[in-house]
């Protein structure tokens, strides 16, 4: 038996899966469902909490008082992060990419009246500056927790192991039986953690990560980073088979003009899914994320007997800070 970590109750699950046929219908190819991770309840809700849930049980066990993360400004790990705390009763600090705007807008105006701490970072969106940030606090007194980009180590990725245990339930009591599971994939943990999941259920299907980021992943290309990640969490649920690189599926096709960047394949898939089902993308993730899949779709990837589960990873708060390039 894997040892049983420290872990708060931060979101409200099960998430809905639900069936998107009139998306399905317009685009005229495989029945698409849904997961809805945006609906995960923790202040606008989205894919971090649940590898929060094992971050911040961790952070209280070792006795930390305060979170520390870093992320771009209109980071949805961000946010939600400082939402944990603000439960936990812990300070929150986070080391934001860019500068601050005139206008504060999307999740960093949640940061804001979350009470978290920002700190500018100019154009070190990941992290880079961590650990000054760190030495000053405990300087200060503070007890800090680092949770490291995107909440992706271990602990983050077991997050996304239950949400396949999760899905497993879905499966079982409704008529969704996925052959393809497509998702945007950034930091890894989400990712992994799907692929560690799928793997501890036995269920054979195929996982999709859109990547989203143009640029390699911190210390190194992102399907080693995510390789690493399954592999430990499989290893920590005392699977015996681990993986290969073959098994991590990183569609490299759709990082358009680069992180944050929306164009026409975010917008066109934004307004697609908000008017054929009445459900919000986001600009960054999600909305680059479904318009892969409807590029694949156009292409032919699937037949009609497949099923497509679209993992809605959140971000929604970030559509405001778009207004701009989104009302056109
Ligand atoms: C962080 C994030 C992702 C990517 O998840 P990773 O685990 O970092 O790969 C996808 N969608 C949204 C909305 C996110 O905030």
């Known amino acids: 038996m894997p040892v049983a970590l420290p872990k708060v109750s931060l979101g409200a699950f099960p998430t809905p899966l639900v069936c998107l046929e009139r998306l399905s219908g ?44 870093a992320g771009a400004g209109q980071s949805n790990h961000c946010r939600q992060t400082a939402a944990a705390a603000a439960r936990f009763g812990m300070e929150c600090h986070l080391l934001l990419g860019g500068s601050r705007p005139s206008f504060v807008n999307g999740n960093l105006l949640l940061d804001h009246l979350l009470g978290a701490r920002i700190h500018w970072a100019g154009d070190h969106r990941k992290g880079e500056d961590l650990p000054e940030l760190v030495e000053q606090l405990r300087q ?81 290309d992102l399907s080693d980073h995510v390789l690493s ?16 690189k073959g098994d991590v599926v990183l569609h490299p096709d759709f990082t358009g003009g680069g992180y944050g960047v929306v164009g026409e394949v975010e917008r066109g898939a934004i307004r697609l899914v ?53 009302a056109t």
């Open 26 to 69: 317009r685009l005229g190819g495989p029945r698409i469902y849904m997961k809805r991770d945006d609906l995960t309840g923790l202040a606008c809700g989205g894919n971090k909490t649940r590898k929060l849930e094992y971050l911040v049980g961790d952070a209280l066990q070792q006795g930390a008082d305060t979170l520390v993360t």
């Open 140 to 220: 200060a007194g503070r007890k800090p927790y680092v949770i490291p980009y995107g909440g992706s180590n271990l602990l983050g990725a077991m997050g996304f192991v239950d949400a396949w245990q999760e899905l497993e339930a879905q499966i079982r009591d409704t008529a969704c039986n996925p052959s393809h599971v497509v998702f945007a994939s950034s930091s890894g943990g989400t990712h992994a953690g799907l692929m560690a999941g799928a793997a501890r259920w036995r269920r054979s299907c195929d996982l999709i990560g859109i990547r989203i980021d143009k640029e390699p992943a911190g210390d190194g």
């Open 274 to 326: 908000a008017q054929t089902e009445g459900i919000m993308l986001d600009p960054v993730y999600t909305g680059r994320a479904m318009g892969g899949l409807i590029a694949m779709i156009r292409d032919k990837r699937f037949d009609g007997r497949d099923q497509v589960l679209f993992w809605h990873t959140g971000g929604t708060p970030a559509l405001f800070d778009y207004a701009a390039s989104l």
């Open 229 to 244: 990640l399954a592999s430990r969490a499989a290893a920590h649920l005392g699977l015996g088979a681990g993986f290969t």
